[in-house]
């Protein structure tokens, strides 16, 4: 905290921060990772490639705060585009000419889309007087921007869709063209050495993800409840192994379990969901929440008796980790990153990705075993306020900003 009281007293970083889509339900971990840069120093000017995803009447008061001062890049219009890549044109003709070529190199379909939203994310940097760039999820459009103007360059990468598909993700050329590359676990971190050059590994950081402690805090536990509240939270995607998740339910309800599985997410197995489950017979017993909004949700996970995520791929969940420093007993599957976070049978239980037998076990030794729960939910507690505080692990994001800020000035 002393670092973050010294920050308050130097000159402010003007930092632009590229985002997909801001505000947005599935990444207010963004948000308030921007607020505490702000605290400790940092003049964050957000844009947004998408408008946030919910109407304006349906964010939250700091969220329309957020959405106020964001510059959205799709908003911008044909018209605006073209006015804005006629000004870089202009201002910057061979570094346009050279990032056109370069856009149009990479693979993939949307380059040139890709390329016309770096011209309009290069023309306001320009006139807001941007020379820094931060990204979440929306690195192509960084990448090729720094080829239009010079900036420093960082990037925060999740996983795991850029580890299944490196080269649709440009990953290689990617480390190689920023100054900062951070990953959010060790295992990510080794994946991106996996698909870089060795002499750009010094570049690599792992900053570690984190949640509010204070917000996330532990709630009433419940010796025996009636009916046992499950809980899983994320986007209804294939990836998610959902339908994985309701056969295990299924396979519990038939054992004569009084349990109720509550789904909080939307997309697009939402449909295919819903009728695996009323052909199981399980509508009563699963409830689909749709998307909720940071207080509809913690509201929820206040009231979980376990938290369960099935997925195939991740990069670390923050939902876990909320569901954690709420001292929610876990079961999750032993997948990429998430075991640097919940450690099996100290914090939570792993299992097998796919594996429904192994998971209705886990759940199932969850559900007899009250000690158990209470134990692994204290743990949890614990292993986020030691590892995964927001706090904490954004100043060692602001440290990492401040030194690549104190750098010699960019070359395009």
């Known amino acids: 905290m002393e670092e973050g009281r010294t920050a308050l007293n130097r000159a402010p970083i003007r930092l632009a921060y590229l985002v997909s889509q801001y505000p947005a339900i599935s990444h207010t971990f963004i948000l308030r990772e921007i607020q505490r840069l702000r605290e400790v120093g940092f003049d964050v000017r957000v844009a947004s490639i998408r408008d946030p995803?919910?109407?304006?009447?349906?964010?939250?008061?700091?969220?329309?705060?957020?959405?106020?001062?964001?510059?959205y890049i799709k908003s911008a219009g044909a018209a605006r585009a073209f006015a804005a890549a006629a000004r870089v044109l202009f201002r910057h003709p061979m570094e346009f000419l050279s990032a056109l070529k370069y856009a149009a190199r990479l693979r993939g379909p949307n380059n040139l889309l890709y390329f016309a939203e770096a011209a309009v994310l290069a023309d306001w940097m320009h006139r807001e007087e941007l020379s820094q760039l931060h990204m979440h999820f929306t690195t192509t459009v960084g990448l090729i921007a720094r080829h239009i103007l010079p900036m420093r360059t960082s990037a925060t990468i999740h996983?795991?869709?850029?580890?299944?598909?490196?080269?649709?993700?440009?990953?290689?050329?990617?480390?190689?063209?920023?100054?900062l590359v951070c990953a959010i676990s060790e295992y990510g971190r080794s994946q991106l050495m996996r698909f870089s050059g060795a002499r750009h590994w010094h570049k690599l950081r792992v900053v570690r993800l984190g949640v509010d402690a204070e917000i996330f805090a532990p709630r009433p536990f419940r010796y025996n409840p009636e009916p046992f509240e499950i809980l899983t939270v994320g986007r209804l995607a294939p990836v998610k192994g959902l339908h994985v998740l309701i056969g295990v339910f299924d396979h519990l309800v038939r054992r004569n379990r009084n349990i109720r599985l509550r789904i909080a997410?939307?997309?697009?197995?939402?449909?295919?969901?819903?009728?695996?489950a009323a052909l199981r017979g399980l509508s009563s017993h699963v409830i689909f929440e749709g998307w909720q909004t940071p207080d509809q949700l913690r509201r929820l996970y206040s009231n979980a008796d376990i938290f369960?995520?099935?997925?195939?791929?991740?990069?670390?969940?923050?939902?876990?980790?909320?569901?954690m420093a709420m001292?929610?007993?876990?079961?999750?599957?032993?997948?990429?990153?998430?075991?640097?976070l919940l450690r099996h049978e100290i914090d939570g239980l792993l299992v097998p990705p796919g594996d429904e037998e192994a998971l209705a076990t886990a759940i199932a030794r969850l559900i007899d075993d009250s000690d158990l729960r209470l134990r692994l939910g204290k743990s949890a507690r614990q292993r986020v306020l030691e590892h995964y505080d927001l706090k904490r692990n954004t100043e060692i994001l602001a440290d990492q900003l401040r030194r690549l800020a104190e750098s010699p000035p960019p070359e395009c």
Do not use: Y
């Not at 001292?327 to 640097?340: D, K, Q, S």
């Open 159 to 179: 996983g795991s869709d850029e580890f299944i598909n490196p080269a649709g993700f440009h990953l290689a050329q990617k480390v190689e063209a920023f100054d």
């Open 53 to 71: 995803d919910r109407p304006l009447e349906q964010l939250t008061a700091e969220e329309r705060e957020e959405q106020r001062g964001t510059f």
């Open 327 to 340: 001292e929610i007993a876990c079961v999750a599957t032993w997948i990429t990153g998430i075991p640097e």
């Open 308 to 323: 369960a995520l099935a997925s195939f791929a991740e990069g670390i969940p923050v939902v876990l980790m909320e569901a």
């Open 265 to 276: 997410g939307d997309g697009p197995e939402r449909a295919a969901l819903e009728r695996e």
